[in-house]
């Protein structure tokens, strides 16, 4: 059994970006690119180990500190390829080359991907975590990284990899004249779409560093729970708005109402505005009777 793990990186997010997997000092490998994000390092460091090893008959082990590579790979693309690479919304998936590419190397193989907290003293996810870091930061030197030596044998076709590769959405509130109010809504519906949920910067910035939440099982979440394990709904969900009420110039109380195939749940979310910039700081959520 190959046991290695892989990680990503990016300087800016989107920025200079780096990717590595390690095995051991003696195999490894990096790469990169000037301008790319965290989601593409974590998903080609992936899609680089599997091209790697496709010549071994090895059982592989990844190590990942990425819910959303490893739910991609092993949940959502079986789903996103039936639907023409569609998310459940109906809009073109995220980093959707490396999607692909990703789907045609897991073709056939044995490979158990395997959570493990990012910066937690795992040797390996360590390991990764510094040669990826160090291929970003070579490029924004204007450099490159470091090939590592990798597996002997081995070859690699890498698709070309670009920030945006589906269209993006425009910014929410570039060149209109909108309400406090109607740009929470607007930030509380991003935050139920496939492309949001799917890159943990995004859901990052759009909740304050202290958010909390209540779920409907009971459970408190903080924010790095929340990052650790969010990702597309199982089915898409409507926000219908009930009450969006000022607290305070500064806080801002959205009731609404989700809507889903499963049924619907009523939800409260406290807004706060710091630096210009409009956060959610908690949310709760049950199902309406």
């Known amino acids: 059994m190959i046991i290695a793990a892989a990680d990503g990186s990016a300087l800016g997010n989107p920025g200079p970006a780096g990717w590595a997997w390690y095995v051991d000092d003696s195999c490894w490998a990096s790469g990169g690119w000037p301008h790319g994000t965290n989601n593409m390092g974590e998903l080609m460091a992936v899609l680089d180990l599997l091209q790697q090893t ?47 590419a990703l789907d045609e190397a897991m073709q056939g193989r044995r490979v158990k991907f395997e959570w493990v907290k990012g910066h937690s ?16 930061a070579a490029y924004q030197r204007g450099g490159q990284a470091d090939p590592g030596p990798g597996f002997a044998g081995s070859s690699t076709a890498h698709p070309s990899a670009t920030v945006g590769q589906v269209e993006v959405e425009p910014d929410l509130f570039s060149d209109l004249e909108v309400s406090d109010e109607e740009q929470v809504v607007a930030l509380e519906r991003s935050l139920l779409t496939d492309e949001v949920r799917s890159d943990r910067a995004a859901v990052a910035a759009l ?42 110039p500064d806080l801002i109380l959205l009731v609404w109402r989700a809507l889903t195939d499963e049924g619907t749940s009523l939800r409260s979310s406290l807004w706060q505005r710091s630096g210009g910039q409009w956060q959610q700081r908690f949310h709760q959520g049950t199902a309406e009777a």
């Not at 390996?124 to 291929?135: P, S, V, Y």
């Not at 209540?214 to 790095?224: C, F, K, Q, T």
């Open 121 to 136: 003293g795992h040797e390996l996810n360590e390991a990764a975590d510094t040669l990826a870091n160090a291929a970003a």
């Open 54 to 100: 496709a010549h071994l008959d090895d059982e592989l082990h990844v190590f990942c500190d990425s819910t959303y590579v490893i739910n991609a790979v092993t949940k959502w693309i079986a789903g996103w390829k039936r639907k023409g690479w569609k998310t459940g919304s109906g809009s073109p998936v995220k980093n959707v080359e490396l999607m692909k």
């Open 207 to 248: 909740l304050h560093p202290q958010w909390q939440e209540i779920g409907a099982s009971g459970r408190l979440w903080d924010r790095d729970s929340l990052l650790d394990e969010i990702g597309p709904l199982e089915s898409p969900a409507t926000l219908d708005v009930i009450e969006a009420a000022r607290l305070s």
